[in-house]
């Protein structure tokens, strides 16, 4: 085949199909990249544009600007809905069918409530920049509602926060809350103590960060407990609607709950008719494609792939690792030569805590506190996209730990206008 | 009257309203601040969210921090339906009254459509945090449009912006905009060329910045030209829809319509049953108060004042003269004794263009062009509200000027997750 008029469909700008656009650069390929968002959002540190530490834009870049000079590649502001592999095109929502020759697909994962769908209006999740900036809102209000009611049973619901599930994102959020609670917004009201506020990270499992080492474990829950959450582990939450969640027998209420829970792969996944896991993660071989078709690729946390008997995590690195390969074995196979087998390099595992705290496992290296939490700042300020994006956020981040203040606490009206309390049902 | 039991109600937290409060720091009254969001916003720099050269959280700053350390202020998010003059109390939307001492009444302005209230969704205008973010996403999202489709005539029509009303926001997102279809978008789309866009200034009366001599709006118009607006002036848009609009005797299909034409006085000041203008702002006397109620203050864009003549204009050193002033007044009749009477200081007059472009005129002084540009500037992030935000502004300005680039182009999804292409009639 002719490599200019190859086509590779990339479909999803985040970790993978980003990396994968890039590593195309000078491949002599046409590429064009699909997403339905117009940015590539550095997830990592979603958690600090909920927590009013960051702006959206501090961590979210335009996928245009970043691949503005790679002739090769055209950006499409679409959703794929489907695909076609016999005829090899995708489906777009607009209507429209897309030819490939070798397609990428990396449209990731959302939140899952295991069966409780009825949960996602009480228990957001967050995963977009729209996640967020609704959950900045949700968090802030609360402690406006607790402030203007009288009642003293309301204030105790707006003043009491859950986050269920404690994997990575519970616990950033849940350390973050308590230390917005504690120190951010001190002598900012006048009627209620925001350190009064109870934050309760809540875990069926039967322990924080399960994929961490029991130690580290350890470490992570007493950090968590000094920043002042509560952590309950062991405990399943069996029901959650606009005034509460049940724990067990009990019944708590709580106005604001947090889903952190459950994450499910990307209905794309399921609609390519190729086996998928219990999450609807894409089970693909050792080069990354679907049985039946090499020019198939699924990358990033839609995929399945185990390594040395253990999965590959769904994780940042290992979704830049996998759009790097894709990409080597498109150069191969177009040079007539057979792709190399994926090879997932772990990097280790890093959680940040809150306040200066984090626990890292990398090999036999096992960190934590002030230590860790260093080395994971470095790490994720240095992966950040964009030099001006750096810079902003180590400032914003240097301000903050120094004075306790975070920046971004704007509750931005909805146009209508409408009065700024949430009403039960809102998100 | 025991001046510890005086409880002054402020309605409104920008510049009137904001400055008042601090301005009664250590005067022995109670001061309760009623505000329907929870930031101050710089207004002045808000055209550069709807631009995205900034992020709403570096022109934006909660009340509630900004007054943490002022022990006699009370910050309530709420929204002031009614003023009961007799009974000396507000009514809130949450149906609670509140009673004052003493009143100051700073709500500020909105847009007016000129009893055309049906063009307002198609052509929104800019006030609050809200629209900003609403107007970005409109405008980055033409340019996605333009280069989706296949029709030559859709094409156009999506890359034909209009802004109507040429006075200083009308012409600093005019210039703004041309920048961003020139310089910030090159080389970013592989289907059309966001140069080819055309931005239009629509004036219904006879030149540009009418607040300025002739002269300096002369110059302002040439340097527009230059930046590659087109500007039309005595030239009354007559209809607006969702397609183009109507200009004269000619339909102009256009997709980006932006009202920053009129504007009237928030509904509270008609509410007070006081005379006001034709604007709906509220006549006050020389002490900023109602005709019968000395205790009554209306400060910032709600107020219709002479003096000498002149109507004190609608701007933030005014009104943050008035907010400084009516604390002045309240602190004297404590004291028993009389009232100053209010003295508006002239600082000049400043509008922004665009790239290192702008007009001043103080006195006799007039200035244009970089110049202008580096005083307005310096003025204008002097008077942002905290250090960081002064820092950040500056580096994101800096970063822009020397790169074109624009650090905040992102387009938030919609929590439905629904496709960000915007329906005819969206806003």
Redesign the interface.
């Known amino acids: 085949m002719n490599r200019a008029d190859h086509h590779v469909v990339i479909v999803g700008g985040g970790f993978a199909g980003l990396t994968a656009a890039r590593a195309l650069d000078l491949a002599g390929v046409r590429v064009t990249l699909i997403d339905?968002?117009?940015?590539h959002l550095f997830q990592p540190l979603l958690y600090q544009v909920a927590t009013?530490g960051l702006?959206?834009?501090?961590i979210?870049?335009?996928l245009?600007?970043i691949l503005?000079?790679q002739a090769n590649v055209?950006?499409?502001?679409?959703?794929v809905v489907g695909v076609d592999l016999g005829a090899a095109s995708v489906r777009l929502?607009?209507g429209t069918a897309m030819k490939y020759d070798s397609l990428l697909l990396a449209t990731g994962a959302t939140h899952s409530y295991f069966g409780h769908d009825e949960w996602a209006e009480h228990a957001p999740g967050l995963k977009?920049?729209?996640?967020a900036?609704?959950l900045r809102q949700k968090l802030?209000l609360a402690f406006?509602r607790a402030?203007?009611t009288d009642d003293p049973v309301e204030r105790t619901a707006w003043l009491s926060f859950a986050i269920i599930g404690a994997g990575p994102t519970g616990v950033e959020l849940a350390g973050t809350l308590a230390e917005i609670a504690r120190h951010t917004?001190?002598?900012?009201?006048?009627r209620i103590d925001p350190a009064s506020a109870r934050v309760r990270l809540i875990e069926a499992g039967e322990r924080v960060l399960p994929s961490f080492p029991p130690d580290l474990t350890q470490k992570a829950r007493a950090q968590l407990e000094r920043l002042g959450v509560e952590v309950l582990t062991g405990r399943p939450v069996t029901h959650i609607d606009a005034n509460g969640y049940r724990l067990g027998e009990t019944y708590v209420p709580a106005r604001t709950v947090v889903w952190a829970a459950g994450v499910q792969a990307s209905p794309l996944g399921r609609a390519l008719g190729s086996p998928v896991d219990r999450a609807g993660r894409v089970q693909v071989g050792p080069d990354l494609t679907i049985p039946g078709h090499q020019n198939v690729f699924v990358l990033g946390d839609l995929a399945s792939v185990s390594q040395n008997g253990k999965p590959v995590p769904g994780i940042a690195p290992a979704a830049k690792q996998m759009g790097r390969y894709a990409a080597a074995a498109i150069r191969a196979r177009l040079r007539g030569q057979p792709p190399p087998t994926f090879r997932y390099r772990d990097f280790g595992n890093w959680a940040t805590i809150g306040r200066m705290a984090a626990v890292v496992h990398f090999g036999r290296i096992k960190l934590y506190g002030l230590l860790a939490w260093w080395g994971w700042l470095a790490a994720h300020v240095f992966f950040l996209i964009g030099f001006?994006?750096r810079?902003?956020v180590l400032?914003?981040w240097a301000?903050a730990y120094w004075t306790y203040?975070r920046?971004?606490?704007?509750?931005?009206?909805?146009?209508s206008g409408a009065?700024?309390?949430p009403q039960k049902g809102d998100?």
Request: charged content about 30%; overall charge positive; hydrophobic content about 40%.
């Open positions: 339905r968002r117009n940015h009013a702006s959206a834009p501090d979210a870049a335009p245009r600007h503005r000079r055209v950006v499409h502001l679409g959703e929502a607009a977009t920049v729209g996640d900036l609704d802030l406006e402030e203007a917004l001190k002598s900012e009201f006048r001006r994006n810079f902003v400032t914003n301000m203040r920046a971004a606490r704007v509750i931005a009206e909805q146009p009065p700024h309390f998100t």
